[in-house]
T-cell receptor, first 114, second 111 residues
């Protein structure tokens, strides 16, 4: 099956700890995205990557870091600098940069603080 | 910043009725997309309408776009309980490498 997978489904973070959320896609898409969703809110863009070894900050990048070493993978690290990390994190991918490209989403990871 | 704003924030209807959700945005766009999200799940793409299009249909979905008013509407006809979800509009701008999402409309279809 082609698609986007995210793991884990639930993640618990202790105070001062860095945690990494996994996102993998086998759609052969060039672009990948990380969004944060708070209860009752829309999606806010954290980071995005249009090609391997390149990524750009989104609207709320502070306290987060990413890497794009492989086309299939775009992991997100929530660092200890992110003081309010509790949220639902969604990864998405897109084939290219043309007009009319839609994004395909993974099932999400819910991050909770202990 | 979130460009799209959906209206209403919540909508409750009976099965078989039509549901209409609206989206307003602020800047020029290349396209506008509608997504659906079931509770606790990822988003699923429903339909895309380009800036030079005025109306588009897909099954029970009808989307309109009025670029002069910077607004779009999503109509779901003959709604079913399975349509219960949050619906988001997302706008693609000039660079087109990212989408800007609204806060969504929570639709509840009562059986």
């Amino acid at each position: 099956d082609g698609g986007i997978t995210q793991s884990p489904k639930y993640l618990f973070r202790k105070e001062g700890q860095n945690v990494t959320l996994s996102c993998e896609q086998n759609l052969n898409h060039d672009a990948m995205y990380w969004y944060r969703q708070d209860p009752g809110q829309g999606l806010r863009l954290i980071y995005y990557s249009q090609i391997v070894n390149d990524f750009q900050k989104g609207d709320i990048a502070e306290g987060y870091s990413v890497s794009r070493e492989k086309k299939e993978s775009f992991p997100l690290t929530v660092t200890s600098a992110q003081k309010n990390p509790t949220a639902f994190y969604l990864c998405a991918s897109k084939k290219g940069q043309g007009v009319g490209e839609t994004q395909y989403f993974g099932p999400g990871t819910r991050l909770l603080v202990l | 910043s979130q460009q799209g704003e959906e209206d209403p924030q919540a909508l409750s209807i009976q099965e078989g009725e039509n549901a209409t959700m609206n989206c307003s945005y602020k800047t020029s766009i290349n396209n506008l997309q509608w997504y659906r999200q079931n509770s606790g799940r990822g988003l699923v793409h429903l339909i895309l309408i380009r800036s030079n299009e005025r109306e588009k249909h897909s099954g029970r979905l009808r989307v309109t776009l009025d670029t002069s008013k910077k607004s779009s509407s999503l109509l779901i006809t003959a709604s079913r309980a399975a349509d219960t979800a949050s619906y988001f509009c997302a706008t693609g701008g000039g660079s087109n490498y990212k989408l800007t999402f609204g806060k969504g409309t929570l639709l509840t279809v009562n059986p």
